[in-house]
């Protein structure tokens, strides 16, 4: 077993060349601007137009992901209903539901993508549901069409979290607004990781944020990106995001302060240059781990990930992966994460939901997610698997 002489985290940012990120900040200190919709943010905004195949008209950027949902959930008007959504993702999804006084309902998963299940979401459905929030957790893509079936049989908006999928990209054919908005077909990635002519999973549904936290295989040091269907939003979303201030003299609501800063935009700029470089990286990394784990039956690598964000494995039960978690620590300076572990259900603040997904409860206890970013070296992901391998033994 491998115990390598520095800790290996679980990720690391990918950080641009210095001399490249020193032109941009030379830019910045000329304009003599640094934040409230700088001509850097401008620029990002119509890089991520081009990659995503989104009009700018159906963007907006924003300095966090949290705070992208929190106000994206309002202007959709979920103040005060309910909304179903799954307990196997990051706080920050249903956080951002409760700030804005949105009550989240828990359902069940799919046993295989990990992803809020249309079918136990259908069976949670009120009168008094405004929304469904499905997580494409890890970049495993949701059942779209379920999702928007139920959008369109009850009038309920459909919002993705989509913080860990940004690079994925899905058949045109299926997307819910085809050529009609005059988007571009742009490169992305199949189920088996090749290149192919698709379109952003940006586009599903009434809305969709990316996170471009820096625990992201694409960051802007932090930062928030919401993508939606209907432009008409875009105006309330930008006022929302700078207090809801216009001008001088007026407020016409509650707003915050949400904006993405000129750094954090130029960050986003360069990263954005080498996504297809750091997008085919994490694939290699995820084929190293798949080959080495490919005769062991006691370690199930989760094949869903477009993007590769992230590396989960299944254990056979809660011990061996509690086991795993510590002895990878212990014993090798191993840094992984058991992401997302406890639910949601079983934090606190949304107690009122536990013991009704056991799916979810299930595949909790029993994954963990393996280091995996831009420049890990390949023998040392094939160390770190053949660890696991020994551990489970
Ligand atoms: N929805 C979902 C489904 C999400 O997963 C998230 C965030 C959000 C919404 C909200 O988006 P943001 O508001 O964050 O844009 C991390 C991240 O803080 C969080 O962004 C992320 N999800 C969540 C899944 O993971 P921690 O507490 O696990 O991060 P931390 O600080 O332990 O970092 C993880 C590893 O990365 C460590 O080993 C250290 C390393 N690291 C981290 C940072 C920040 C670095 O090497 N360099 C760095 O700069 O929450």
Redesign the pocket.
Known sequence: MKRFAK?I?????YLPPLDEFKKGLEEIWANQWLTNNGPMLQKFQKELSRYLGVPETNLALFN??????ELGYYAMGLSGGEVITTPF?????SH?LKRIGANPVFADIDPETMCLSPEAAEKLITPRTKAIVP???YGNVCDVEGFERLGEKYGVKIIY????AFGVFINAEKQRRGDAEGDKVVRGRGEDGSSVEKKSIGCCGDMS?F??????LFHS????LLVFKDAAIQEKLFELRNFAIHGELSCTDVGSNAKMNELQALMGLECLKKIDELLDYRQKIYNAYAEVFADCQDVKVVPYSRNRAYVPVLFKDFATRERVYTELKEKCNV?S?R??YPLLTDFAPYAYGSGNCPVADNLASRVLTLPT?YGLPIEDVKAIAESVKEIVA
Not at 211 to 216: A, D, E, I, V
């Open positions: 800790p985290l679980v990720t690391r940012p966090n992901g949290t705070l992208a949902l993702t990051f706080v920050a999804t951002a997580v494409h957790v979290d989509a913080a860990h944020m996170s471009f936290h820096p625990t992201k040091c932090e930062g928030g840094f994460r992401y997302f970013y």
